[in-house]
């Protein structure tokens, strides 16, 4: 630093002299440049050393999790890396006895987390009209055909819900107490009213004289001892471009029935007259998956695609 001095001529002094003045001014400004610069500062400048501890931080520290109130012991545990705390995941709920669900990739039986609900549930009861008809060979709207038992009965239109009453043990009870279990294998059609159950003529004798006409009575949702397995046939007409199945003499109502195809299953829509249809094709042929209204799933192989017969497998729903 050079600094021009306007004021009386002064005396030269020694060499020394001039050296050490000059020497000693520099000091000084070095010195006096150190202080300002250490001095604190304000603003934003103030906070830098956190800074950079924070950036210091190794990369796999927790960040944006819990509360920063949470002091050092918190962000210790959050340095943990994945190799010393794996990632924490809730665990499958437990089945109500402990043992796994089956899955859909089980033999034969499984059973779905749920079927879908219709009008005719268990465990509840329904009251209505009992009226009579003559059953003749015992075949109706179901299209399950000539039956030698004819203690069977026709649903009303509103509970029939499109065939999904078809196949269905009812137990029907008289106001005397008197009762008995038919079979629904066909439909009444309105003006038969919602709860109007009518029976076979042979059922109807069981319970009052047919003179009567109709009675009052309840009836139950029941799921019976059934002496044979399934059966399942194919509608005439059915080939690999169309098919329609039908489900025969199962213990419990059909709720969905499903064709494996090359896609996984395909769940087949119910026409009113008691057959699922596969009207592209898919499926006609191979695995046959049928799940009653409790969630019971049974998966028959090898049926051939053969319209017109009945087929036996060896499964049935079980009893409830």
């Not at 239109?157 to 499109?162: I, P």
């Not at 294998?185 to 076979?200: F, K, R, T």
């Not at 169309?242 to 395909?266: D, F, K, M, Y």
Request: glycine content about 10%; some cysteine.
């Amino acid at each position: 630093m050079r600094t021009t001095k306007h004021g009386a001529p002064r005396r030269r002094r020694g060499r020394g002299a001039a050296i050490g003045i000059p020497l000693a001014v520099l000091a000084t400004s070095v010195l006096v440049c150190l202080a300002v610069a250490l001095l604190p500062k304000s603003g934003t400048g103030a906070g830098r050393p956190a800074d950079t501890s924070v950036a210091a931080a190794p990369p796999n520290a927790a960040s944006g999790s819990g509360s920063s109130a949470a002091g050092p012991a918190a962000t210790t545990a959050g340095a943990a890396t994945p190799s010393t705390r794996p990632p924490v995941t809730s665990p499958p709920p437990p089945s109500a006895s402990g043992v796994p669900t089956p899955s859909a990739s089980s033999p034969a039986r499984t059973r779905s987390a749920a079927a879908p609900a219709g009008r005719i549930e268990p465990s509840v009861g329904y009251r209505g009209v009992a009226t009579a008809y003559e059953a003749g060979d015992g075949n109706g709207a179901c299209l399950y055909g000539p039956s030698a038992d004819l203690m069977v009965a026709a649903m009303n239109h509103t509970d029939y819900e499109s065939s999904a009453a078809c196949g269905a043990y009812v137990q029907v009870r008289a106001a005397g107490g008197a009762s008995i279990t038919v079979r629904i294998v066909n439909e009444c059609p309105l003006p038969c009213a919602p709860g109007q159950i009518d029976l076979s003529q042979q059922a109807f004798a069981k319970l009052a004289e047919l003179s009567v006409g109709r009675i009052p009575v309840t009836w139950t949702l029941v799921s019976p001892a059934a002496p044979d397995t399934l059966s399942l046939r194919y509608k005439t007409g059915s080939s690999r471009s169309w098919c329609g199945v039908q489900v025969i003499g199962h213990r419990n109502p059909v709720a969905v029935l499903e064709l494996r195809t090359s896609n996984g299953w395909r769940t087949l829509p119910r026409t009113d007259y008691n057959y699922f249809l596969s009207t592209d094709g898919g499926g006609c042929g191979g695995a046959i998956r049928v799940t009653d209204l409790y969630g019971e799933r049974l998966t028959v192989e090898g049926i051939a695609l053969a319209p017109d017969v009945a087929q036996r497998t060896d499964v049935q729903f079980a009893r409830h």
